[in-house]
């Protein structure tokens, strides 16, 4: 495959021999981003879940058994 179909950023070719690199690891990935625009979604996505999660985390530890 030459080219790609007319703006879709990721190379098929590439994405097989990272998915191919990623198999071959001592330590495979749960999860393997593929392309600048996964992994600028995935950054995002995850600085969004940091932060809710450090605004309700009193909550959330609160909900624990209370230590004698």
């Known amino acids: ?3 790609n179909d007319g703006g879709l ?3 098929p070719v590439k ?3 990272a998915i191919l690199l990623a ?3 001592e330590k495979t990935p749960l999860r ?3 392309g600048g625009d996964a992994v600028d ?3 995002a996505h995850l ?3 940091r932060a809710e999660l450090t605004e309700w985390e009193d909550v959330s530890r609160g909900t624990d058994f209370d230590t004698e």
């Open 23 to 25: 198999l071959d690891a």
């Open 15 to 17: 994405a097989a021999a």
């Open 41 to 43: 979604f995935l950054t």
């Open 1 to 3: 495959m030459q080219g």
């Open 32 to 34: 393997l981003a593929l």
């Open 9 to 11: 950023p990721g190379d």
């Open 47 to 49: 600085d969004s879940v």
